[in-house]
C-alpha cells in the first residue's frame, strides 16, 4: 500500500507495538460494558449509597471504543473513548498502569485507535464519570487518520463535515464520514427507525410482508429501463426488478388478502438529489381497496410514521414547516395543471395539438412524446414545483397507466394518485385493474410503443395475465419511495445523504 507521510508515522508505531510483543489487532476483546451501560451502573451505584447514606465505590468495567481526545499532564493523562453507545473519559496515572505501558500509550496511541481500558468507575472533580484506568490495551490500530471535522454554514444553517475537501469523498469513504461525524451516523439511525415504523403500523393493520424475486425474466410494474443480465446456465437474459407490483398482486390471487415489501428495486436511469440507480421501495397490495382508501392509509401511514420518528407529524424540510396531519389536499391532475399552467389538456385531445399548447406557455414539449407523457412530464413537472404541504393529484392519463383501473365516467383516465410533500414525489397509487382482457389490450397498446422505441414502455407479462385469470379479487396498490420519506424526516436536500453507499461516477 502507498502510505502518505502521516501514514508511515503511524505505521513506524504499529511496528514498535509488534517489537514490544503488542498486537496491534489483538484476536479477541473482553468487554464487560458498553459506555451506555457503565454510566448507568455508576449511576446505579450512586443512587444506592445515596439511599443507604454510604460511601460510593464504582464497579469494576472494561470498556473499548475509539479514541477521540487526549491531554497529557506529566504523569496523569486523560482521554475519551466513543462507541456506538456514547463516549466515555479515561483517568489515566502512571502509577496505576505502569511505565512501560503509560509511555507506550503516549508515545504510540493515536487518535482514532480503538483501545479497551479496565478499571473502576470514578466521578472526577469536574463531575464526570470516568474509568480509573489500571490496564490499557490496543485493539486496532488505526493507520489512517479520521478526517478532522469542521463547520460551516449553508444555506443559513451550521453544518458540521468531516475534512474532505471535497463534499463527494464523505460519499465515497462513507466509513470515515460516520466515524467522524455523529450527526450524519443519526441520519441512518432515523432511518432504520423510520423502516422499522413502516413495518408496525402494516403489520398492526393485518398485512404480510413477504420477499418476491430480485431477478425476473420479465420486468414491469413501473415506467422504467431496467438493468439487464444473463444466467449462464440457463442461457437467459434476466432483469433486475423495477418494482415489486406484478408478483405481490400475484399473490392476493394465492388468497393473501394484504401483503406488503420493503426492499431494493433498480431504475437504468438517471442520478440526481432525487434519484439512485438502486433504491429502497414500499409497495402494499389491499384486497377489496380502492384508491380512495389507499389515500386514506397513505396519509394516516405517513403522519404515524413522522410522529413516531420525530415526536411530531410537524416536520421541517428545506425551510418549510410541513403539517402531515391528515387529512391531506386532493386535487384531481387536471385542475392541477389548469391551476399551475393554465392549460387544460383535455381541451388538447392529441399530442401535436397538446405540445404546441404547452410549447406557447413556455413549457418543454418532447417532440414525438404521446399524449400522456406529455402531461405527466410537462405540466406535472410545473405543477410539481408548487406542492409543498402534502397533496394527493388524482386522475391519471390511460394510456401512461396501464395497470389501473379506468374512471367509470371518463375512459380517458384511471384510478390512479401520486402524492407529493416538499415539493418531492413521494410515491404512486392505483385502484388496480383486475380484468385480464383488459389488461392484455393495455400491455398490447404499450408493446406497441416500445416497438416504437419508448424504453420506459411496459412488455407483456403473459405469466402476470395467467395468474389474472384464476381471479384477482378487487384490489388498491401503493408505492412509497422509502428513501425520500427519510430525506423529509431528516430535512436533508440529496438522496445521497441518507442512502449509506450511493452509486458515484467512477474517479478518471
Request: aromatic share 10%; glycine share 8%.
Given at each position: 500500500?502507498?502510505l502518505t507521510e502521516?501514514?508511515?508515522?503511524?505505521?513506524?508505531?504499529?511496528?514498535?507495538?509488534?517489537?514490544?510483543?503488542?498486537?496491534?489487532?489483538?484476536?479477541?476483546?473482553?468487554?464487560?460494558?458498553?459506555?451506555?451501560?457503565?454510566?448507568?451502573?455508576?449511576?446505579?451505584?450512586?443512587?444506592?449509597?445515596?439511599?443507604?447514606?454510604?460511601?460510593?465505590?464504582?464497579?469494576?468495567?472494561?470498556?473499548?471504543?475509539?479514541?477521540?481526545?487526549?491531554?497529557?499532564?506529566?504523569?496523569?493523562?486523560?482521554?475519551?473513548?466513543?462507541?456506538?453507545?456514547?463516549?466515555?473519559?479515561?483517568?489515566?496515572?502512571?502509577?496505576?498502569?505502569?511505565?512501560?505501558?503509560?509511555?507506550?500509550?503516549?508515545?504510540?496511541?493515536?487518535?482514532?485507535?480503538?483501545?479497551?481500558?479496565?478499571?473502576?468507575?470514578?466521578?472526577?472533580?469536574?463531575?464526570?464519570?470516568?474509568?480509573?484506568?489500571?490496564?490499557?490495551?490496543?485493539?486496532?490500530?488505526?493507520?489512517?487518520?479520521?478526517?478532522?471535522?469542521?463547520?460551516?454554514?449553508?444555506?443559513?444553517?451550521?453544518?458540521?463535515?468531516?475534512?474532505?475537501?471535497?463534499?463527494e469523498e464523505r460519499?465515497?469513504?462513507?466509513?470515515?464520514?460516520?466515524?467522524?461525524?455523529?450527526?450524519?451516523?443519526?441520519?441512518?439511525?432515523?432511518?432504520?427507525?423510520?423502516?422499522?415504523?413502516?413495518?408496525?403500523?402494516?403489520?398492526?393493520?393485518?398485512?404480510?410482508?413477504?420477499?418476491?424475486?430480485?431477478?425476473?425474466?420479465?420486468?414491469?410494474?413501473?415506467?422504467?429501463?431496467?438493468?439487464?443480465?444473463?444466467?449462464?446456465?440457463?442461457?437467459?437474459?434476466?432483469?433486475?426488478?423495477?418494482?415489486?407490483?406484478?408478483?405481490?398482486?400475484?399473490?392476493?390471487?394465492?388468497?393473501?388478502?394484504?401483503?406488503?415489501?420493503?426492499?431494493?428495486?433498480?431504475?437504468?436511469?438517471?442520478?440526481?438529489?432525487?434519484?439512485?440507480?438502486?433504491?429502497?421501495?414500499?409497495?402494499?397490495?389491499?384486497?377489496?381497496?380502492?384508491?380512495?382508501?389507499?389515500?386514506?392509509?397513505?396519509?394516516?401511514?405517513?403522519?404515524?410514521?413522522?410522529?413516531?420518528?420525530?415526536?411530531?407529524?410537524?416536520?421541517?424540510?428545506?425551510?418549510?414547516?410541513?403539517?402531515?396531519?391528515?387529512?391531506?389536499?386532493?386535487?384531481?391532475?387536471?385542475?392541477?395543471?389548469?391551476?399551475?399552467?393554465?392549460?387544460?389538456?383535455?381541451?388538447?385531445?392529441?399530442?401535436?395539438?397538446?405540445?404546441?399548447?404547452?410549447?406557447?406557455?413556455?413549457?418543454?414539449?418532447?417532440?414525438?412524446?404521446t399524449w400522456g407523457?406529455?402531461?405527466?412530464?410537462?405540466?406535472?413537472?410545473?405543477?410539481?414545483?408548487?406542492?409543498?404541504?402534502?397533496?394527493?393529484?388524482?386522475?391519471?392519463?390511460?394510456?401512461?397507466?396501464?395497470?389501473?383501473?379506468?374512471?367509470?365516467?371518463?375512459?380517458?383516465?384511471?384510478?390512479?394518485?401520486?402524492?407529493?410533500?416538499?415539493?418531492?414525489?413521494?410515491?404512486?397509487?392505483?385502484?388496480?385493474?383486475?380484468?385480464?382482457?383488459?389488461?392484455?389490450?393495455?400491455?398490447?397498446?404499450?408493446?406497441?410503443?416500445?416497438?416504437?422505441?419508448?424504453?420506459?414502455?411496459?412488455?407483456?407479462?403473459?405469466?402476470?395475465?395467467?395468474?389474472?385469470?384464476?381471479?384477482?379479487?378487487?384490489?388498491?396498490?401503493?408505492?412509497?419511495?422509502?428513501?425520500?420519506?427519510?430525506?423529509?424526516?431528516?430535512?436533508?436536500?440529496?438522496?445521497?445523504?441518507?442512502?449509506?453507499?450511493?452509486?458515484?461516477?467512477?474517479?478518471?
Amino acid at each position: 500500500m502507498e502510505l502518505t507521510e502521516l501514514e508511515q508515522v503511524r505505521a513506524e508505531k504499529y511496528h514498535r507495538l509488534r517489537t514490544a510483543g503488542i498486537e496491534p489487532y489483538p484476536r479477541r476483546v473482553e468487554r464487560t460494558h458498553t459506555i451506555a451501560e457503565a454510566i448507568s451502573a455508576y449511576m446505579a451505584a450512586e443512587e444506592a449509597v445515596e439511599a443507604n447514606n454510604a460511601e460510593v465505590v464504582g464497579p469494576q468495567v472494561t470498556v473499548a471504543g475509539r479514541l477521540r481526545s487526549v491531554r497529557t499532564m506529566g504523569k496523569v493523562s486523560f482521554a475519551h473513548i466513543e462507541d456506538g453507545t456514547g463516549t466515555m473519559q479515561l483517568f489515566i496515572r502512571f502509577q496505576e498502569v505502569g511505565e512501560a505501558m503509560y509511555d507506550t500509550f503516549k508515545e504510540c496511541f493515536d487518535l482514532g485507535d480503538f483501545v479497551g481500558a479496565q478499571g473502576a468507575l470514578i466521578r472526577t472533580r469536574t463531575g464526570e464519570v470516568s474509568v480509573a484506568v489500571q490496564d490499557l490495551n490496543m485493539l486496532a490500530k488505526a493507520i489512517t487518520p479520521l478526517p478532522v471535522v469542521k463547520e460551516r454554514e449553508e444555506d443559513g444553517r451550521i453544518m458540521r463535515f468531516g475534512g474532505f475537501t471535497d463534499v463527494e469523498e464523505r460519499y465515497r469513504q462513507r466509513y470515515a464520514d460516520l466515524a467522524s461525524n455523529p450527526e450524519v451516523r443519526e441520519i441512518f439511525l432515523i432511518r432504520a427507525r423510520t423502516i422499522r415504523a413502516l413495518r408496525r403500523f402494516l403489520d398492526a393493520r393485518g398485512f404480510l410482508e413477504v420477499e418476491t424475486p430480485i431477478l425476473q425474466p420479465v420486468y414491469g410494474g413501473a415506467a422504467a429501463r431496467p438493468f439487464i443480465t444473463h444466467h449462464n446456465q440457463l442461457h437467459q437474459d434476466l432483469y433486475l426488478r423495477i418494482a415489486f407490483e406484478l408478483y405481490l398482486k400475484r399473490l392476493l390471487v394465492g388468497m393473501y388478502d394484504r401483503v406488503y415489501e420493503i426492499g431494493h428495486d433498480f431504475r437504468n436511469e438517471g442520478v440526481s438529489n432525487r434519484h439512485n440507480p438502486e433504491f429502497t421501495q414500499l409497495e402494499f397490495y389491499a384486497a377489496y381497496f380502492d384508491y380512495q382508501q389507499v389515500m386514506c392509509l397513505c396519509e394516516e401511514m405517513i403522519a404515524t410514521v413522522a410522529t413516531e420518528v420525530t415526536g411530531s407529524p410537524v416536520i421541517q424540510f428545506q425551510r418549510h414547516e410541513i403539517d402531515l396531519t391528515p387529512p391531506w389536499r386532493r386535487v384531481t391532475l387536471r385542475e392541477a395543471a389548469i391551476e399551475v399552467t393554465g392549460i387544460d389538456y383535455v381541451q388538447y385531445p392529441t399530442a401535436e395539438e397538446l405540445a404546441t399548447a404547452m410549447r406557447a406557455k413556455g413549457l418543454p414539449a418532447k417532440t414525438g412524446a404521446t399524449w400522456g407523457y406529455l402531461i405527466d412530464k410537462g405540466l406535472l413537472g410545473a405543477v410539481e414545483e408548487t406542492l409543498i404541504q402534502p397533496t394527493f393529484i388524482l386522475d391519471y392519463p390511460r394510456d401512461i397507466s396501464p395497470l389501473a383501473k379506468t374512471k367509470p365516467d371518463d375512459p380517458t383516465h384511471v384510478e390512479r394518485f401520486e402524492y407529493f410533500i416538499g415539493r418531492l414525489e413521494m410515491g404512486n397509487a392505483f385502484t388496480e385493474l383486475n380484468d385480464p382482457f383488459d389488461q392484455e389490450q393495455r400491455f398490447l397498446e404499450m408493446g406497441r410503443m416500445y416497438d416504437e422505441g419508448d424504453e420506459e414502455a411496459h412488455p407483456m407479462d403473459e405469466d402476470y395475465l395467467r395468474a389474472m385469470k384464476y381471479g384477482m379479487p378487487p384490489n388498491g396498490g401503493f408505492g412509497l419511495g422509502v428513501d425520500r420519506l427519510v430525506m423529509l424526516l431528516t430535512d436533508k436536500p440529496t438522496i445521497r445523504e441518507v442512502i449509506l453507499f450511493p452509486l458515484l461516477r467512477e474517479r478518471d
